[in-house]
């Protein structure tokens, strides 16, 4: 599977004229069959340019990533980021929150809130068959898992139940209150794990408050936060603008 996408992929790298942003590419939606949930899931992946089977890259799982790509114009990002020598070079897991046989069916309210078996998903089927078919670094020190909303939740989740598969924890308006305040009062309660956080809220009908208290008690238990707020709501005008933030802070040149 690899050595396949990487022969197709600089093949067509090859008929590209150069130009100032760096040449990528993203497969078509993979399937894979969770044993842990009982169906099957979709997902794409975002390969960096110049990338080589000797390489060992560092990856960043991204939930909802349909939207990311859609909506968010993640790979962009990518590529703009790592042209300019913003980011060091990194393999994105684009993970789909719908069903692979009926995309009208969202699945992310019942996967996203501290699910086991959603977690499980990641650390025992995902993640090892990422590591097998891709030139990445095997280690939690070199992982992200981020989402938005919902998602941002999740990624909080995977913070407590995931970290020694994840270090790197993105949380883009974490929602809704309830929630968020649940996850304040775990992480208060819970003994710190080895993480490294980024969140983000909008101050205009996003759960600003809520973020907030969330991010004084982050910080108040000794964890490494980036913390942005933007002057918009709980949308894309909010949320893509701090993609570039959110990738230098787990990927910035050491």
Known sequence: ???????????????????????????????????NLGYDLQYRVYLPDGMTPSHKLPTIYITDGQ?????GKFNEVLDREIAAGAIDPVIAIFIDN??????SEIRRNREFFCKKKYVEFYTKELVPEIDAQYPTQPDRT?????????????????????????????????????????????????????????M??????????????????????????TYKE????????????????LLRTFFGPQ
């Open 200 to 225: 983000s809220v909008g101050t205009l009908n996003d759960n600003t408050a809520a973020g907030r208290r969330f991010k004084r008690t982050l910080v108040a238990k000794g964890y490494d936060v």
């Open 67 to 71: 939207w990311y790509l859609t909506q």
């Open 142 to 198: 070199e992982r992200v898992i981020m989402g938005v909303s919902f998602g941002g939740i999740n990624a909080a989740c995977f913070g407590l139940m995931a970290y020694p598969t994840f270090e790197g924890i993105a949380m883009q308006s974490p929602a809704n209150d309830k929630h968020v305040g649940l996850m304040t009062t775990l992480y208060k309660e819970e003994e710190k794990r080895p993480l490294k956080i980024f």
């Open 1 to 35: 599977m690899f050595l396949r996408t990487l022969v197709s992929y600089l093949l067509i790298s090859c008929l590209i004229v150069p130009s100032g942003f760096a040449k990528s590419s993203l497969t078509d939606n993979i399937r894979i069959s969770s044993k």
């Open 98 to 103: 719908r069903n692979p046989d009926d995309l």
């Open 230 to 245: 933007t002057r918009q709501g709980h949308n894309w005008k909010n949320w893509r603008p701090l993609l570039d933030d």
